[in-house]
């Protein structure tokens, strides 16, 4: 294996030591000629595409921490800038459904933009430690209320009122913490939008969000030309896992559909609290 940094012992593929040090750049390019990186990188690749495929959310969520065996924590996002990008532009434009979606969610959108914008510009001092964990436990509680039967729904009257609300919490929420995915995913399924319509709207926020971040990772120069080749190569074993994913979901009746999305949030909201627990 060549470099100093990813060294696996790895018994059967299952075991992967963590990359506790950067990677120098010829490092990384070198990792693309290396048939037991590539390997394991894609299966992990494939894994987080699948279930992005299935329920629409899920890609940074699996594949981040997996990656970060392999690669330190910046380049591990960095890597999923293009599939990320490609996979909700891809998941937003099909099907027909943008406009009709972004007609019912363009509120939500807009103000979602403006809370980024404020969050990340906010200068006060933050508990992050209680930030994870009131987040963390309003999502589990939330998202079990949601999966062991009750039926909440926004009435279409208030429909934009509390869109644009759900909105700018949620972007003034990922403004300073980069979580802003559950607070959206639980209004949308209180909207009961049928599951493709859901996956159109989830895209399209997701990519919407994902620019700030991104851009700032290129601004700041951890997204640099290595970064950007392993991205783009990324896109290919992501993008397999999200057509066989929505292969899966075609057949996945709407009530599975609900339940599969309910438990990935109640699994994020787990992992925040664990974040939280961690500071």
């Known amino acids: ?9 790895i018994p059967l593929g299952i075991i992967l030591p963590p990359v506790p040090h950067p990677v120098s750049k010829s490092a990384l390019l070198s990792y693309l000629t290396d048939p037991e990186f590539l390997l394991i990188a894609s299966l992990i690749l494939l894994l987080g595409g699948g279930i992005k495929g299935v329920i629409g959310l899920g890609l940074p969520l699996v594949s981040v921490p997996l990656l970060t ?10 890597v999923l800038a293009a599939p990320v990008m490609v996979a909700n532009c891809y998941q937003a ?9 972004l007609s019912r969610i363009w509120p939500l959108l807009l103000a979602m933009v403006l809370g980024v914008a404020l969050g990340a510009q906010l200068l006060i001092s933050l508990n992050e430690k209680a930030l994870y964990l009131i987040l963390g436990t309003m999502v589990v509680v939330l998202g079990l209320v949601y999966l062991f039967g009750a039926n909440l729904r926004v009435s279409p009257r208030y429909e934009r009122r509390i869109g644009v609300t759900i909105g700018f919490g949620a972007g003034l ?15 949308l399924v209180a909207l009961q939008l049928a599951k493709e319509h859901f996956i159109v ?3 399209a926020v997701f990519f919407m969000a994902s620019l700030p971040l991104y851009g700032t990772l290129a601004a700041d120069g951890v997204m640099g030309t290595a970064e950007l080749v392993l991205s783009l190569y990324a896109i290919l074993p992501v993008m397999l ?4 994913g929505q292969q ?5 009746p709407q009530e599975r559909f609900r339940q599969a999305v309910l438990v990935m949030l109640v699994l994020i909201g787990f992992l925040l609290i664990r974040r939280g627990l961690m500071m």
């Not at 434009?93 to 979606?101: E, I, N, P, T």
């Not at 896992?241 to 066989?244: D, L, R």
């Open 201 to 203: 709207a989830l895209a």
């Open 173 to 187: 929420l990922g403004g300073v913490s980069s979580f802003l995915g559950p607070p959206i995913v639980l209004y």
């Open 69 to 78: 065996y392999l690669l330190p924590v910046p380049v591990a996002i960095s």
């Open 248 to 252: 899966l979901r075609r057949i996945l």
């Open 241 to 244: 896992g999200v057509f066989a």
């Open 93 to 101: 434009m099909r099907g027909g459904l943008l406009v009709q979606v």
């Open 1 to 9: 294996m060549r470099g100093k940094v990813w060294q696996p012992r």
